[in-house]
């Protein structure tokens, strides 16, 4: 049975950072991209970052480029969301979800070639 896990979220205030993890079981982690993505309430799900099997392709959406970072470390079958300078607009539900690899880069952020989705970690950002 494959598992996402994540954690690492909570209440952080405004400027602050958080790092959240994704812990995989039940599949062979090395051989799927990763990605995390946020859904905020009344909002769409939200692409932040992607990062192949090999960890050797990554791609960052713009809005948070310059704050977040993705990294995996297929030895422990983790994954990571580094986020730094937190507003209170970062406030969701953050999910992490592994894709078997191959896509290309310019579909990694679309949420529908994932096969397996986490149960999401709340982050949530105080003013």
């Known amino acids: 049975q494959v598992q996402l896990v994540e954690s690492g979220g909570g209440l952080v205030q405004a400027g602050g950072s958080l790092r959240l993890a994704c812990a995989a079981s039940?599949?062979?982690?090395?051989?799927?991209?990763m990605g995390w993505f946020r859904q905020a309430p009344g909002k769409e799900r939200e692409f932040l970052a992607a990062v192949s099997w090999s960890g050797g392709i990554r791609s960052t959406a713009n809005s948070v480029k310059d704050r977040f970072t993705i990294s995996r470390d297929n030895r422990k079958h983790t994954g990571y969301l580094q986020m730094s300078s937190l507003k209170p607009e970062d406030t969701a539900v953050y999910y992490c979800?592994?894709?078997?690899?191959?896509?290309?880069?310019?579909?990694?952020?679309?949420?529908?070639?994932?096969?397996?989705w986490g149960q999401g970690t709340q982050v949530t950002v105080s003013s």
């Open positions: 979800a592994a894709n078997a690899g191959g896509s290309s880069y310019s579909r990694m952020s679309d949420y529908r070639i994932y096969d397996y």
């Open positions: 039940g599949l062979t982690f090395s051989n799927y991209d």
